[in-house]
């Protein structure tokens, strides 16, 4: 089993890179695709999955799953469709487990907030995904009370990291998938 990591980070100037981004994202993914998606409250894993979602053509109405654990949002298309997981109060795999994931995973694209240290045991691959604002904090001013971030995102850079790993992710589709995200983020900000 290849287990090697191939990685890239760039920054995303603002919301509307990281939607050009996850739209990108979307169109090169596949059925059976899982994503672990970190960061901060407020970061952008919403605003990334939702634009993700309009890459794979699948239902909109994608919010975050906090309550509900998974959301379901079938393709438009003929597509997969996106399975959408909030796994922050889940405590290990044990939990993860319980909401069966691995009976939708091989038709469709899941991705699982807060996820890391939870749900690699899903598939033998998987793209981490990191948006990190903090890393980038002393280009903006932040909100006095960070919780008032919680209804909206701040539209400020976030530094973008993708981890690919496992055998889905040979260094010919990495190379694909990097060279379409980069064409996406410049492309976005020259239209920006």
Not at 98 to 127: C, F, N, P, Q
Request: hydrophobic share 40%; aromatic share 4%; with cysteine.
């Amino acid at each position: 089993m290849n287990k090697a990591v191939k990685e890239f980070t760039c920054q995303l100037h603002d919301l509307a890179a990281t939607e050009a981004l996850g739209e990108a994202l979307g169109a090169e993914l596949q059925a059976g695709d899982l994503l672990i998606l970190t960061g901060a409250l407020g970061a952008g894993k919403t605003t990334l999955t939702q634009s993700l979602g309009a890459g794979l053509k699948v239902r909109e109405g994608i919010i975050s799953p906090t309550f509900v654990l998974a959301r379901q949002h079938p393709s438009l298309v003929g597509g997969p469709g996106l399975i959408h997981v909030d796994a922050y109060r889940l405590k290990d795999q044990n939990d993860v487990d319980t909401l069966d994931l691995e009976s939708t995973l091989a038709e469709s694209i899941t991705v699982v907030e807060w996820g890391l240290g939870k749900v690699e045991h899903l598939t033998d691959s998987r793209l981490e995904l990191t948006l990190d604002r903090e890393a980038l904090a002393g280009t903006v001013e932040l909100p006095a009370n960070p919780w008032e971030e919680s209804e909206t995102e701040i539209d400020e850079p976030r530094l973008f990291t993708l981890k690919a790993i496992g055998p889905r992710w040979d260094e010919k589709a990495f190379e694909s998938l990097k060279s379409a995200l980069l064409h996406a983020v410049a492309t976005g900000e020259a239209h920006a």
